[in-house]
Structure formats: structure tokens, C-alpha cells
């Protein structure tokens, strides 16, 4: 049978295009502010990871165009042979000295940094401890590795405490979690992890993805927020760092086996010099501009707090992610067009990145909203909310 003809039709996705409210891949023209446009209509942006506003910065964006001056645009090789510039090794120093971790190594992009991370780390008798809520780029670099995956119950370390009970001795061990999880806005419970994975002579591993650049008095995501230490810390430069690529920082010896065995790092090229470049601009800026920090915490418990005291389930959000709970499919995809009429940009969040039943709309705060961009949604918020019965 030819095989194309078993491609699945995705008759959801294709009748929401013809009725004209496909939720995914709409266009933006121009730049991911707190505000964006589209179709030629002004939209608050309540939907996107460019947690500080850093993407439109005047130092950021300069910083892109005298790379491009300098290196050119692109790299056209892997960091193993000719990608890798002066820039890549510097920002590597920048970001293991910022995250005080002996050694670091930067991806191309912060998926491929999981994949090549957790697939190197284990070997076939070793097993990976993984969050029932960790990112896609987790489940798939547990799929690629050799070793063993246990789900252990969402940021319930009883549950995690049963998952070694269930390994044998002499296996190696590795927790992996998400510092600050990507769609309900909750924090890993670091400490109690930390402390059972020492008890039991494992390592823990945190995708601080979104943590990195608001979590922490320096910005240096959850493991400063706790004050513990992890083994392995990885980041994306996508989310607070406004530009596309990821990094792993851990000892020496973690890294140079890194740098000499993760595929995706290896067979895959190097980031181009721009998008290192605004990496390390908006690091700086991270460094230099703690108020920054400030207005996204203070934002983001306003518009928590708003929504909360409408009487809308948010989850145990306690960050800038706030998730809108609805549970039921359609309802969410009722409220999200809803909020798409009201000139809300948000993001509807379905199975497979919640659990079937948990259907919802992910709402992310930035540090550059005003308060006049806040209150447009929440208004939106509670009208819609009242005339769906929601809240
Ligand atoms: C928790 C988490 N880890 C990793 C990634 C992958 O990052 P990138 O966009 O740099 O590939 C994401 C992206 O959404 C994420 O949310």
C-alpha cells in the first residue's frame, strides 16, 4: 500500500480552517512585543516566552547586526568541525561562570540540547527518572537514550521515593525535571528532590528553560530561587534570552562527554553568529537589569491574582505561565476564539501537551506589558468568562 495514503487527515485541523479559527501558525507582522499585529489588527500578546521583552531591545539588536557584519549569517558546519567561532566559546564561559558550573556547551537549539543530554548520559542498565509533566524534548531524549524511563507523578516526590525503591542497586540514576513546567506554571519541588537524589546516590538533571533570566535574585532560574544545586542545569536562549539555541552547564566531565558522544550536538550545525550574539547581549542584560525581573513578578501576580479572584481555575500556577483550566476540548477551543475576537493573543493548550482531559489556555506575562495591556485581557477575561458560564 502506498504509504502516503495512510498519512492521517487531521480532519480537526483542517475543518477549524475552513470554519476560520485555526488557533496554530498565525502570522504575526512585525515585532513580538506585549502587543502584536495581525492581520493588520493590534493584538495583546498573551502568548509568548519573551519573558523580559528582550527581543526589541536597541543593545540586543545591535548586537545581531555587528555579528552579521563581523561573521556573516551562518556557520555551515557543526560546532565539531568548522562551527565553531571565538563567540561560541565565549559565551560557553559566560554562561558556566553565570550559572557557576565548572563547564558549558551550547546547541543549537534547546530541544536538541535534552535529546543530546539525556540520551548521552545513560547507558542500557542506567535508568532516567522522569516528571509525568517534563517537556516533549525530555520524553524524547529518554525515547532516544539506551536507558530505562520511570514516570514518576507529577512534582509528588512520594512518588519519585517509590520510582527508586523499583531500581536495582548498581544502576546509575538520573532525575529529570522541569525547573518551571511549561504549561502549568508550576515550580519542581527542587529541595525534596535534591535531597532524595542525594539519599539515593542518583543526580538530578533541571530544564530550566523557563526559568533562566526571572527566576532567582540574579536570574539564574530555580535552582537559585531554592538555593540547592542541581548536577546538570540545561537552558534554551528561546524564552528569556531572545534568540534560538540552548545550553548545558555541569562539571568538566559531564561537558567533554558531552561535546565527544551527543549526536544532536555533533551531526547537527552550529548556531549562527547572531543568534549567539543576542544570547549573550540579553544574558548581560539579565546581569544588568534586575528591574526587569521585577515588573514581570509584579505583572505576572496581577494578572494571576485577577484571574483567580474572577473565579477561573488556574492550576497550581505560581509564575509568569498562568494557565486558564477549562478540562473539556471544545470549550477551551470556545473560550480561545472568544479571546481571539476580544484581540486576546493566547495559546490553546491540548493533548498531547496536557493530559487529555485537561484542556487549557496557557496565558504568559511579560516584563514589558503595561498595565493597560493587562487589563484589556482581564477584561476580555470576565466578560467572555460570565457569558460562557465559566466563572
Ligand atoms: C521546558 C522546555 N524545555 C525545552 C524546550 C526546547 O527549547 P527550544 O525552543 O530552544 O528548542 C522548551 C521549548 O518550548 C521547553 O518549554
Redesign the pocket.
Known amino acids: 500500500m502506498d504509504l502516503f495514503r495512510k498519512i492521517p487527515k487531521h480532519e480537526d485541523a483542517r475543518m477549524a480552517i475552513q470554519m476560520g479559527f485555526y488557533p496554530y501558525f498565525i502570522p504575526i507582522s512585525g515585532e513580538q512585543g506585549p502587543t502584536v499585529e495581525i492581520k493588520g489588527k493590534n493584538m495583546v500578546m498573551l502568548g509568548s516566552?519573551n519573558y523580559l521583552g528582550l527581543t526589541n531591545h536597541p543593545e540586543v539588536k545591535e548586537a545581531a547586526k555587528n555579528a552579521i557584519e563581523k561573521y556573516g549569517v551562518g556557520c555551515t558546519g557543526s560546532r565539531f568541525l568548522n562551527g565553531t567561532l571565538d563567540i561560541h566559546v565565549e559565551l560557553e564561559e559566560k554562561l558556566a561562570d553565570f550559572m557557576g558550573m565548572e563547564s558549558a556547551l551550547v546547541f543549537s537549539?534547546?530541544?536538541?540540547?535534552?535529546l543530546g543530554t539525556i540520551s548521552s548520559m545513560m547507558t542500557k542498565n542506567d535508568f532516567i527518572l522522569s516528571d509525568s509533566l517534563?517537556?516533549?524534548?525530555?520524553v524524547d531524549g529518554c525515547r532516544l537514550s539506551k536507558g530505562n524511563s520511570i514516570i514518576y507523578k507529577h512534582n509528588d516526590p512520594e512518588s519519585l521515593k517509590a520510582t527508586f525503591n523499583s531500581i536495582p542497586e548498581e544502576a546509575g540514576s538520573l532525575v529529570v525535571t522541569?525547573g518551571?513546567?511549561?504549561m502549568e506554571g508550576d515550580l519542581a519541588k527542587l529541595p525534596e528532590i535534591i535531597r532524595m537524589t542525594k539519599e539515593n546516590d542518583s543526580r538530578v538533571m533541571v530544564?530550566d528553560?523557563?526559568a533562566i533570566g526571572v527566576y532567582g535574585k540574579g536570574g539564574r532560574g530555580t535552582t537559585e530561587h531554592f538555593g540547592v544545586e542541581a548536577d546538570i542545569i540545561?537552558g534554551?536562549?528561546?524564552?528569556s534570552l531572545a534568540s534560538?539555541?540552548?545550553f548545558v552547564v555541569s562539571s568538566e566531565d559531564v561537558v567533554f562527554h558531552l561535546k565527544h558522544s551527543a549526536r544532536p550536538f555533533i551531526f547537527s550545525a552550529s548556531p549562527p553568529p547572531a543568534a549567539i550574539t543576542t544570547a549573550s547581549k540579553a544574558l548581560d542584560i539579565v546581569m544588568e537589569e534586575p528591574e526587569r525581573r521585577d515588573s514581570l513578578i509584579k505583572n505576572s501576580d496581577y494578572f494571576r491574582n485577577s484571574l483567580k479572584k474572577m473565579g477561573y481555575d488556574i492550576g497550581h500556577s505560581e509564575s509568569q505561565i498562568i494557565p486558564v483550566v477549562i478540562g473539556d476540548l471544545m470549550d477551551t477551543v470556545d473560550l480561545w476564539k472568544n479571546l481571539y475576537k476580544h484581540d486576546l493573543f493566547t495559546n490553546l493548550v491540548v493533548h498531547p501537551a496536557t493530559p487529555p482531559d485537561r484542556s487549557l489556555i496557557r496565558n504568559s506575562v511579560m516584563s514589558t506589558h503595561s498595565m493597560e495591556d493587562l487589563d484589556q485581557g482581564l477584561e476580555a477575561y470576565e466578560k467572555i468568562g460570565s457569558e460562557m458560564s465559566i466563572i
Do not use: E, R, V
Open positions: 516566552n537549539t534547546g530541544f536538541q540540547t535534552n517534563n517537556h516533549a524534548s525530555i522541569n518551571l513546567f511549561s530544564d528553560a523557563h540545561m534554551t536562549f528561546s524564552k534560538i539555541g540552548g
